[in-house]
């Protein structure tokens, strides 16, 4: 491997994450569809159909999967598979596959303004998506420039701000929060509608301060660490919440992709915990890697 040996579990954190974010968004347009429809369904592209010489039908189907547009949305999930195995195969020199990835973060910014566009354009809906956008960027950055890079930190930096500052903005009530926020709230911890509004709150405050806690010096780390925990605990509620025994497949085929594809919401921020790691825990893992190396 390419990869320094002190970057290397960093890199390995962005590697995991980009693979179960495109993977979770090859089940979506597989098993159910891409959400392109609110960006498709325009007069806009009623006049693109009428340019290329093709009629309604011929352009947007009749529900037979027989229209371009249809026959399309049915075959990019292969475009989503290829991204899920280009973030494991891709190596620092690997420049054509780099490329596929930046097209990759082009895809998933795309979808990302799909769900801004059917949310009424509220913009907390396109930003909290920014660590899904951005980290096949940070992953070829890193891989590119390197993990401590300046351009590398401060992307990854600005995707985890993105993230956490959209669900906050949506949490603590300055855009209308989400019925599902309540739902999973209750549902998991199971409290009154007041108390989970009091919860969200408060997680809502507390994700505004990780935004602003991240770029100070001495409390980036903790941030980082408090940003992983919550990262993760917010991608898993989605399957805690609607998977039950008495549905097929206890639901894993309707919900855990949700949790699955929610991966760079945790897997960026341990990737700058691991990274701001102080140069006394760094020179005890490579001692404890260069041990082994004589035991072997």
């Not at 390995?12 to 098993?31: E, K, N, P, Q, S």
């Not at 037979?64 to 494991?88: E, H, N, P, S």
């Not at 108390?195 to 997680?203: H, K, S």
Request: charged fraction near 10%; hydrophobic fraction near 50%; aromatic fraction near 14%.
């Amino acid at each position: 491997m390419n990869e320094s040996n002190p970057h290397r579990l960093p890199i390995a954190c962005l590697r995991l994450g980009a693979f179960l974010c495109f993977a979770g968004w090859t089940w979506v347009h597989y098993y159910w569809e891409g959400p392109y429809g609110v960006l498709l369904w325009q007069d806009a592209t009623y006049d693109l159909a009428t340019r290329l010489g093709l009629s309604w039908d011929e352009f947007v189907g009749t529900g037979a999967d027989d229209g371009f547009v249809q026959k399309w949305i049915a075959r990019i999930w292969w475009l989503y598979l290829a991204c899920t195995l280009l973030t494991i195969t891709v190596r620092k020199t690997s420049w054509v596959q780099m490329s596929g990835l930046v097209l990759g973060s082009g895809l998933l910014t795309l979808l990302s303004y799909a769900s801004y566009v059917a949310a009424q354009r509220q913009l907390p809906m396109f930003i909290e998506h920014g660590g899904q956008m951005l980290i096949p960027l940070i992953l070829v950055m890193a891989l590119a420039l390197g993990a401590g890079h300046r351009v590398t930190v401060t992307t990854a930096v600005i995707a985890l701000i993105m993230t956490f500052a959209g669900h906050g903005c949506y949490a603590i009530g300055f855009w209308p929060t989400p019925g599902n926020f309540y739902a999973m709230t209750t549902l998991i911890l199971g409290v009154e509608y007041s108390t989970a509004q009091v919860l969200l709150r408060t997680a809502g405050v507390l994700d505004l301060a990780v935004c602003v806690g991240i770029c100070i010096p001495y409390l980036r780390r903790a941030s980082a660490l408090y940003a992983t925990a919550w990262g993760f605990l917010t991608a898993i509620a989605r399957p805690v919440a609607g998977m039950s025994w008495g549905l097929n497949y206890w639901g894993a085929d309707q919900f855990l992709h949700e949790s699955v594809l929610r991966a760079p919401h945790f897997a960026i921020p341990l990737f700058l915990f691991l990274l701001w790691r102080k140069p006394g825990e760094k020179k005890v893992s490579q001692g404890r890697q260069g041990a082994s190396a004589e035991l072997h």
